[in-house]
């Protein structure tokens, strides 16, 4: 592909594959997650910005809330809804073919830790979202019961264990600290952590019950930081 100063891009084997391993979807309460955040920040058009789109399941979530949806990823997945306009990108890279200030909101859902630089991402993300626009990223969230019991016996997060599915692929784990310092480096405004409210009881097959009221950080496999860009 041709990138935003006229080179060619070429998506290296070891990236292809490790987008491959992520199967192009995440679990439905991840996207629901984004859902609810859009209906409550974002009233709808302009243009949408998947950024590791994969095979496009976000759309179906909130395709509708907006009048133009562009999709990136390092591979184009078979499954991908020909509404979506989708741009390949190995989104290690850096710049993004994007002008500044192009996106009304941008979503990386569960992309940010298959990436070797988060900071120097978030950084990307802002710069093509408009003044005024929605920076919207998740990621497995490592202070659930889950993790850090993990952590505790296996020694690792139970998201980046070198486990079928997870390493290589995964490769940067951020804590929700990371997360808020990392939005104030960028001068994102009105920041706030959501949770999926969905997570698996450690070392079982099965998930905490929601009508048992479990919810929120301890109970929630993943996190949303969500952000507007500073108006000029």
Not at 108 to 128: D, G, Q, S, T, Y
Not at 151 to 162: D, G, T, V
Not at 171 to 180: P, S, V
Request: net charge neutral; hydrophobic share 40%; aromatic share 10%.
């Amino acid at each position: 592909m041709i990138s935003s100063d006229g080179s060619e891009q070429i998506v290296q084997p070891d990236v292809e594959n490790r987008a491959q391993k992520s199967l192009g979807a995440s679990s439905d309460p991840i996207y629901q997650m984004v859902a609810k955040t859009l209906a409550k920040r974002y009233l709808g058009g302009g243009v949408l910005v998947d950024i590791g789109c994969g095979s496009g399941k976000l759309w179906s979530f909130v395709g509708d809330r907006s009048d133009c949806y562009i999709g990136f990823d390092a591979v184009r997945y078979p499954d991908l809804p020909p509404q979506i306009e989708f741009i390949p990108f190995n989104l290690d890279i850096g710049k993004t073919p994007l002008p500044d200030g192009f996106a009304d909101v941008v979503c990386a859902v569960e992309i940010i830790e298959h990436l070797e630089n988060p900071r120097a991402f978030m950084r990307e993300l802002v710069r093509f979202t408009k003044p005024g626009g929605l920076v919207i990223v998740t990621t497995p969230n490592q202070l659930s019961l889950l993790s850090k019991l993990s952590l505790i016996f296996k020694n690792q997060f139970n998201a980046f264990q070198e486990a079928p599915g997870l390493y290589p692929a995964h490769i940067t784990a951020l804590l929700e600290i990371d997360f808020i310092r990392i939005a104030t480096e960028c001068k994102l405004t009105d920041t706030e952590i959501n949770y999926s409210n969905q997570g698996r009881i450690p070392f079982t097959p099965w998930h905490w019950p929601k009508k048992l009221g479990c919810h929120g950080r301890a109970f929630s496999d993943n996190i949303l930081l969500v952000g507007q860009k500073l108006k000029v």
